[in-house]
């Protein structure tokens, strides 16, 4: 009974002492791992985490700060001061024969004063330039939004069909070696030519520079990935799916939609129009006069001690109307009025200039598209019989019936089919995605 006892203590303690060791190991296992991203998710990290989208982020936080300090100056300005004077010489005075000494030796003054400006028609437009500042701001951060969802798409994409085309150099190179092995058993029998056996073996050698660019070519798209993600380059990730997974959309049916008012570089300049608008109202504004209010309470002594016990304040107040009225300043109002027509003028140009070029981009996009979905069709319908060709090439050759260029050229085939497709595929993804750039319509939100 005691060495069951026993045993079943033994039992207990490995098992305790195991179970740390197994944990470790899982947690390893799970680091070791590369962090798998589909695109959605590589969105919502680059749009959180991305450098540059933080910036913009923060620019609109610094236009909302400026445009409360506009909005300050509709408040009265209120402050306080004190001045203390000491005569080292004072003034002397020479009137009839007397010398007369004015002043005292030391003059202590303090009060409170305050400024509201009552009627101020350059300062009030002003303020909704503020406010077109702050909405530019906003609309520059949805343009960095964007162009982090463009880029990362691409990205994205880039590294599926670095994926897809080492998948295709692996298959040759593995198919490759498989035909060099037939040929060296049918060689070392007589059945081939020497000349057979070493074209085999150049087939290897050639076929296994492709695959190390293509693993090249995948490292280079996620490096390339994380950095846009704003992720440590150290950091092992890979992304989810292949290109095969995007061949649902590709239709022969495609919606052109040439509506721009979403169109972010568009808006900005909309907002850059309505802006040099109020920027002209407000050069005009400069003609109008103006009006302000100031009133001041204030504390003053005159003696010629130190001594403050003996001293006597004596307050006064005083309310203030200010206006001013422009009357001439040298052309200079003037010029500057002429100068905002200007370049409000430029900006109309831009815009409309700017606005063609986007459409004559939408129209190429959209040419490209239609030009990527039938090089898919064509290459998907090429695969199949590309692949069927080159079995029976292979078998062929196998049984003493063909030729192992027969071979070499359906290999060629196949390979540039499914090559074919994969760049279809993926040509047909950025052209959409640059597309929806321009209208605008991707979701940009985190």
């Known amino acids: 009974m005691k060495l069951k006892n026993l045993f079943y203590a033994l039992v207990a303690l490995m098992c305790v002492t195991a179970v740390p060791a197994v944990a470790q190991e899982n947690a390893e296992a799970s680091q070791n791992e590369p962090l798998v991203l589909t695109l959605e998710e590589a969105l919502k990290i680059a749009l959180s985490e991305n450098p540059t989208v933080k910036v913009a982020d923060q620019t609109i936080e610094v236009k909302k700060y400026a445009k409360k300090g506009a909005y300050a100056s509709l408040w009265p300005e209120i402050s306080a001061s004190a001045t203390y004077q000491r005569y080292i010489k004072k003034q002397r005075l020479h009137f009839n024969g007397q010398d007369i000494e004015v002043g005292t030796a030391n003059n202590i003054s303090a009060g409170v004063n305050a400024a509201l400006p009552l009627v101020n028609a350059q300062l009030w437009k002003s303020l909704k330039l503020s406010a077109m500042d702050v909405e530019l701001a906003v609309e520059q951060a949805r343009s960095s939004r964007i162009d982090m969802v463009e880029q990362v798409s691409k990205a994205f994409y880039q590294v599926l069909l670095a994926k897809d085309s080492y998948d295709v150099y692996k298959r040759v190179y593995d198919n490759a070696i498989e035909n060099h092995k037939i040929v060296e058993k049918r060689y070392s029998v007589g059945q081939v030519s020497e000349y057979d056996f070493i074209r085999s073996q150049v087939s290897v050698a050639n076929a296994e520079p492709n695959v190390f660019n293509a693993e090249n070519s995948i490292v280079l798209a996620l490096w390339q990935l994380k950095a846009l993600l704003g992720v440590d380059l150290a950091k092992d990730i890979d992304c989810a799916g292949s290109l095969a997974d995007f061949e649902a959309i590709l239709t022969s049916h495609i919606e052109m939609d040439g ?41 003053v002594v005159m003696n010629e001690t130190l001594n403050f016990s003996e001293y006597q304040w004596n307050p006064y107040s005083v309310a203030a109307f200010s206006l001013n009225i422009p009357i001439f300043a040298g052309g200079k109002r003037r010029a500057e009025i002429k100068q905002a027509e200007i370049n409000l003028s430029n900006l109309k140009l831009q815009r409309e200039n700017t606005e063609r070029q986007l459409r004559t981009a939408l129209m190429s996009y959209y040419s490209n598209m239609l030009t990527n979905v039938k090089q898919y069709h064509a290459a998907a319908q090429t695969i199949s019989q590309a692949k069927r060709g080159y079995e029976i090439a292979v078998k062929r050759y196998d049984v003493g019936g063909g030729t192992l260029v027969d071979v070499d050229n359906s290999q060629l085939a196949y390979t540039q089919a499914e090559l074919t497709r ?24 985190e």
């Open 259 to 299: 509506d721009l008012s979403a169109n972010s570089t568009m808006r900005q300049l909309e907002i850059q129009e309505q802006m040099l608008d109020k920027t002209l109202e407000v050069k005009r504004a400069a003609n109008i006069p103006s009006l302000a209010l100031s009133i001041g309470y204030n504390y």
């Open 422 to 445: 994969s760049t279809a595929i993926y040509n047909y993804l950025i052209n959409q995605v640059s597309m929806t750039k321009i209208l605008g319509t991707q979701q940009v939100n």
